[in-house]
């Protein structure tokens, strides 16, 4: 177990419409990133967030947003789904930014499928 | 931009054997750090070992190594004495100031009883 927290484990959802998916880092840690994994395309970094400000951009779509909150857990927005938006979706924490070379440790991920 | 590459979409190895796989990267900076992931089939990203880039030795935990060679790019996986549950994806990751982790496209690892 990771301490990387991630709900919902899985999700189903038709096409056009919006889902979030949620995260809670492990106790101390300030990043939270978010991570995509399709089955063509491996896994893709998102976005990460430091303490509650965006920090850096990946290959985020427009229709993807994200948010850290006061007490650090994220929110990962996704809307106007897209049949090719199903992926495993995963958070990632670590004590400080990627500027310190901490390690990042990984949640068990959230299975989106869109129909 | 980094790149990371895994050459060997898969691999097999004897339960007891001994496995290395292969990972190179491009970079121009000189300070970053190496990591190899495991996912089993639960798709749960696993760490398996991290290397600094300062650090000249190689980074050892348990049955798993890595062999660092920073002039030639490469941060290759031994994995001593495999068991069935070394049975996995292995990927290989760099992360920078500049650069959240850039992940290579994994290696299937098969162990055969």
């Known amino acids: 177990d990771s301490g990387v927290t991630q709900t919902p484990k899985h999700l189903i959802t038709a096409t056009g419409q919006r889902v979030t998916l949620r995260c809670s880092p492990r106790s101390g840690d300030l990043s939270v990133y978010w991570y995509q994994q399709s089955l063509d395309q491996g896994l893709q970094f998102l976005i990460h967030y430091y303490n509650g400000e965006e920090r850096a951009k990946g290959n985020i779509l427009e229709r993807f947003s994200a948010q850290q909150f006061p007490d650090l857990h994220s929110e990962l927005n996704l809307s106007s789904l897209e049949l090719g938006d199903s992926a495993l979706y995963f958070c990632?924490?670590?004590?400080?930014?990627?500027?310190?070379?901490?390690?990042?440790?990984f949640g068990e991920g959230s299975w989106l499928t869109v129909v | 931009a980094q790149t990371v590459t895994q050459s060997q979409p898969e691999m097999s190895v004897q339960e007891a054997e001994t496995v290395t796989l292969s990972c190179t990267y491009d970079?121009?900076?000189?300070?970053?750090?190496l990591f190899w992931y495991k996912q089993p089939p639960s798709r749960q990203m696993i760490l398996v070992i991290r290397q600094e880039a300062y650090k000249q030795q190689n980074a050892t935990e348990n049955r798993f190594s890595v062999n660092f060679q920073k002039a030639a790019k490469s941060f290759s996986l031994k994995i001593s004495d495999s068991q069935l549950g070394d049975a996995a994806m292995y990927f290989c990751a760099y992360l920078s100031g500049n650069t959240p982790l850039v992940f290579g496209k994994g290696t299937r690892l098969s162990v055969i009883a």
């Open positions: 990632a924490s670590s004590v400080a930014t990627h500027l310190s070379g901490n390690t990042i440790y």
């Open positions: 970079t121009s900076e000189s300070d970053y750090y």
